[in-house]
């Protein structure tokens, strides 16, 4: 297959673990469907809107104040400058992907061209460098103007942060490490940036800078007043670790620098360690969603089967975290279940996070809100969909991962090319020319058709979602096997040639682990890889109603987006309001037992939609029944 080098986020070395190469923006381009309504929905709204915030927030007048302008002040949080930079990268992506250019990313390249120090050093929310660590997010932010530089390099437009990156992280180089100054930054991110900048530039030193600060992760040095190592991913080391814990956020960026310095440094060991890990937050620290964080107390993860409903954190920006973790250990392995992974929480819990006009957004992404629930703070999703936040760090971060999302959908090795995850879409690669048809995740199946000529015989390999049942795959003349999460489909190839992989569109009731206290005793309601979601709007007096037992999930038509309406028997029972909320109720088995209450049908939505309408209650998990009359 003739090698070519994917404009994408990440791009393994070619001596990388896995052998796997990502499909970048330009090979895979989506045509249409949920994703693509969401890419121009960002385009459209929500990078403009961000390029106004940067402004009014006062982040790139730190910039100006940083290159000599007077009379300004720094604003914002301490990281301020990473909400520029995660801009940058999402319009330096989007670029490519449009074929637009997206204004202002060379006059803002300059200016923080123009804030750095003669030595390399860049951050102006500090006049004193590193004083505080802990805290302070420079690496942090180090982090993700590196990976603005690259994207802006990859994507071939405004190109003016890549000499800026070079000299922070050879700054960075110099400063820090074994017999250097030893001490961590407090939200690890740039170890995933210097991988990357050592893949794009060749140079070792920063994967050598990058695996010091994996490996120095873990001796319990970082604390900051009343939170403890943990929280800064600094209580166990990476290897000693069996599940991750501590800042969501913080620990999945970890998670997937630890994972680019595995592959990169062919350190089988610790891949095996992260990839445990990541098999333990899965089956105990996730919600249905695929969000992650069950704590708002330091946003962090909580115990095993610790998730609760409406307390959940499950921050936007974690969720993204999960995905890039998790693309990257799918192309370290082959694994279908990391694809599932990844879907699940692409179309649920990153989705969820922004509105369906591209410029509105949840910080916390709970399965819960409760009737009358307190705006307590300006992460609450009681305040409704928010068109910015003080701490601003998910808006940028949807963005850019909008704009970059065709990168994480498919991949090619020495045998051929793997469909991970489906979009309408069309996939340009050494091997062929290969159109996408689906209307996924709302429907029954995916169309692959050869359109161009490349090699005769490769290997069409297609994921069989986890969750799928009645599989079926039709390749006539082709060699076909379904093993391990994919369709095999083998053969020689030519113009025309299709394969079509379709499973069951019906509604599926879940029921979680009797372990997760918050779930027992209710179902929750999937169809395909969408959770769904009770609104009060859809089903007035929410919180006095319960599913029927033995009810089963019935399509019922679909909403004006083309998602599925699912209709689910239940009943609705005024509450008591006696003094004591708690009273004596009659068994189920009971002779002449019947449910107590109003039979309705309740009526779902996609969890990524809810609250679009209108803020009010909303349930994942529905009770129950189990009170009755004798």
Not at 129 to 144: F, I, N, P
Request: net charge negative.
């Amino acid at each position: 297959m003739p090698e070519r080098r994917p404009i994408s986020p990440v791009v393994p070395s070619p001596d990388a673990l896995g052998g796997l190469r990502p499909l970048g923006l330009g090979e895979v381009t989506i045509t249409g469907g949920l994703l693509a309504e969401r890419q121009r929905a960002s385009a459209r709204n929500g990078i403009p809107a961000g390029r106004r915030e940067l402004e009014t927030s006062g982040v790139l007048d730190n910039f100006r104040r940083a290159a000599g302008a007077q009379g300004l002040v720094p604003r914002g949080p301490r990281f301020a400058d990473s909400d520029a930079y995660k801009w940058l990268e999402a319009a330096a992506w989007e670029s490519r992907r449009s074929g637009h250019p997206v204004g202002d990313q060379s006059r803002i390249g300059s200016l923080v061209a123009a804030a750095q120090h003669a030595d390399g050093y860049l951050d102006t929310m500090t006049d004193d460098a590193y004083a505080d660590l802990t805290w302070s997010h420079e690496h942090y932010v180090a982090g993700h103007l590196i990976q603005a530089a690259i994207a802006q390099h990859r994507a071939g437009g405004a190109d003016e942060l890549l000499p800026v990156a070079v000299r922070l992280a050879d700054h960075l180089g110099e400063r820090f490490g074994p017999g250097r100054d030893e001490r961590l930054d407090g939200h690890p991110e740039v170890e995933t940036a210097l991988v990357e900048l050592y893949r794009e530039t060749g140079r070792r030193r920063y994967l050598d800078l990058a695996r010091w600060m994996v490996d120095s992760r873990g001796s319990g040095r970082i604390t900051f007043h009343e939170f403890e190592s943990s929280y800064f991913c600094d209580r166990v080391p990476v290897r000693d670790q069996e599940s991750i814990e501590g800042h969501a956020v913080r620990a999945v960026y970890l998670a997937a620098g630890a994972t680019d310095v595995a592959v990169e440094t062919g350190d089988t060991v610790l891949l095996d360690v992260l990839r445990s890990q990541f098999t333990a937050m899965w089956a105990s620290r996730t919600y249905l969603t695929g969000g992650i964080g069950a704590r708002w107390e330091q946003e962090a993860f909580g115990d095993a089967f610790e998730l609760p409903s409406d307390r959940a954190y499950a921050e936007t920006c974690a969720a993204i975290g999960l995905v890039q973790w998790a693309w990257r250990l799918f192309l370290a392995t082959g694994e279908a279940s990391y694809g599932d992974a990844i879907e699940r929480v692409l179309y649920n819990a990153v989705l969820s996070g922004v509105s369906a006009s591209g410029d509105r957004y949840l910080y916390v992404n709970p399965l819960e809100l409760r009737s009358g629930a307190l705006a307590h703070d300006g992460r609450s999703p009681a305040n409704g969909r928010r068109a910015w936040f003080d701490c601003a760090c998910c808006p940028p971060n949807v963005m850019r991962l909008l704009a970059s999302a065709a990168a994480y959908l498919a991949a090619a090795d020495e045998s051929g090319l793997w469909l991970v995850g489906y979009a309408s879409s069309t996939v340009d690669t050494g091997w062929g020319h290969v159109r996408i048809d689906t209307d996924h995740p709302h429907g029954g199946g995916v169309r692959a058709v050869v359109t161009g000529g490349g090699v005769d015989e490769w290997t069409l390999r297609l994921r069989v979602p986890g969750w799928a049942s009645g599989v079926e795959v039709e390749a006539p003349g082709r060699r076909v096997s379904v093993a391990d999460g994919w369709a095999l489909v083998e053969g020689a190839w030519h113009e025309g040639d299709a394969v079509d992989l379709s499973w069951s569109v019906a509604p599926r009731l879940i029921a979680a682990d009797s372990r997760l206290d918050a779930a027992r005793a209710a179902v929750a309601v999937e169809v395909g890889p969408l959770v769904q979601a009770f609104e009060e709007i859809d089903n007035p007096g929410l919180e006095e109603c319960f599913v029927l037992p033995g009810a089963r999930p019935r399509l019922d038509g679909t909403h004006p987006d083309g998602s599925a309406r699912v209709r689910l028997d239940g009943v609705r029972r005024p509450a008591s309001g006696a003094e004591w909320p708690y009273r004596e109720i009659a068994a189920a088995g009971d002779p002449g037992a019947r449910p107590v209450g109003e039979a309705v049908g309740l009526t779902s939505v996609p969890y990524h939609a809810w609250g679009e309408r209108a803020v009010g209650p909303m349930r994942v998990w529905l009770p129950v029944d189990q009170v009755f009359s004798g």
